[in-house]
């Protein structure tokens, strides 16, 4: 019995030095393994998940359109020449203000009919202010994105007083039916309501880019995609040169629109602004908006929807700001540095049109002429 036994524990002690020399290599193994990956991580590149995503990506970029302009002549821009001294024509945020000389418009005109772009002018005419569309839309068959497809949309309370024009091919004159307000206040702030409410139901599927101006306007110069970009503003051709100071924003507090006296780039006006139909829709949005806020509390910005955005466009930094040049008015004379009157103020007979607001305007007037010396 004695060798049986003998054998037996041998066996056993053969059996746990096998285990034990089984376990030694499997963690030695884990071992190894953990500190490979932990110095080297790089190494996970060549898993074969993380390999498979990089096909992926390859693949879209090697898919994308290949926009490429046709070989053209026109004289090569000089980094130590700028085109122009006398204006400044670019913000410290980088966004480029659009003055004839600072472009060249064979090279915007090649890159826009690329990408087909299509562009909504938007303008309202409301009660008496129809009297203003002949001229605005014949001047801007003339001048306004000669060459690029537009549609023309007129708000308006009075369908039957639309003048029949006949538009260039590429071009669509769309009338929009809308309620009017009794304060002419309202007819002007309510534009941002309109705007927004249309951006989202129609223009959204219909344009790329808005570009929203008053109607009693007209346009003497050309006027092109040079002004398109996400969101642009226009300085104010009565306050181009003023001190923040004198800048006629909203100062009460308690209004939504209200900018503090050490703050606010520009003067904006209220009457031409634009950007892609997104960047249009958060603009009107947030102009609306505020003005609902106000009125809830009983108060309306001075100069109603100009100062709500103004106050938008302090902390929503325009991506482009159009000069003077794209909104005159010729009772101000001429300028050296203005070299174009893209667009001016048609002159308005204030009794015949809105007598209710020579008050108003009469302020305004007085401003303007401080500005002017
Ligand atoms: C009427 C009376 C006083 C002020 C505005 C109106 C008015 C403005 C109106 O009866 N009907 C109308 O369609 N409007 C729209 O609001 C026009 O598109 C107009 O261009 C815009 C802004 O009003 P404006 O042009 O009189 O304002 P200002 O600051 O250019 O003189
Ligand atoms: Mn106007």
Redesign the pocket.
């Known amino acids: 019995m004695q060798p049986e036994k003998n054998e037996k524990s041998s066996t056993r002690k053969c059996f746990c030095v096998l285990i034990y020399l089984v376990l030694l290599s499997l963690a030695s193994f884990c071992w190894i393994n953990l500190k490979r990956s932990r110095w080297h991580p790089q190494l996970t590149i060549c898993d074969p998940q993380t390999k498979a995503q990089t096909d992926v990506s390859v693949s879209r970029l090697e898919h994308l359109p290949i926009a490429s302009l046709e070989s053209m002549l026109y004289e090569k821009p000089n980094a130590l020449k700028p085109p122009r001294t006398d204006v400044l024509m670019l913000t410290p945020w980088l966004a480029p203000i659009i003055w004839e000389g600072g472009f060249n418009i064979d090279i915007l005109n090649a890159q826009f009919h690329q990408r087909n772009v299509h562009v909504g002018l938007t303008?309202?005419?409301?009660?008496?202010?129809t009297v203003?569309l002949q001229i605005f839309i014949e001047t801007a068959e003339k001048f306004f994105m000669v060459g690029h497809k537009v549609n023309y949309y007129v708000f308006t309370d009075r369908i039957k007083d639309i003048p029949n024009i006949t538009v260039a091919e590429g071009r669509q004159l769309v009338v929009l039916e809308v309620p009017s307000y009794q304060r002419?206040q309202d007819?002007?702030m309510r534009?941002m309501e309109m705007i927004r409410d249309h951006s989202q139901q129609r223009f959204i599927n219909e344009v790329d880019y808005l570009v929203c101006v008053?109607?009693?306007?007209k346009f003497s110069d050309y006027v092109g995609v040079e002004i398109l970009t996400d969101v642009f503003g226009t300085l104010h051709p009565g306050f181009y040169g003023s001190s923040r100071e004198h800048f006629t924003f909203e100062r009460r507090k308690q209004s939504t629109a209200c900018i503090p006296p050490d703050e606010g780039d520009f003067y904006y006006a209220?009457?031409y602004f634009g950007g892609t139909v997104e960047e249009v829709f958060k603009l009107t949005n947030f102009c609306h908006n505020a003005m609902m806020t106000d009125k809830a509390n009983h108060i309306e910005a001075i100069w109603h929807d100009e100062s709500y955005l103004n106050k938008y466009f302090l902390y929503h930094k325009p991506t482009k700001i159009l000069s003077p040049e794209y909104l005159w008015d010729n009772n101000f004379g001429g300028r050296d540095f203005l070299k174009k009157r893209r667009f001016v103020?048609v002159p308005?007979n204030h009794n015949a049109?809105?007598n209710?607001?020579a008050l108003n305007?009469y302020s305004r007037l007085r401003a303007k002429l401080k500005f002017l010396g």
Do not use: E, L, N, Q
């Not at 303008?123 to 202010?129: C, E, S």
């Open positions: 303008v309202f005419a409301i009660k008496k202010y203003f002419w007819v002007s534009r008053d109607v009693d306007m209220g009457g103020a308005k049109i809105r209710r607001r305007d």
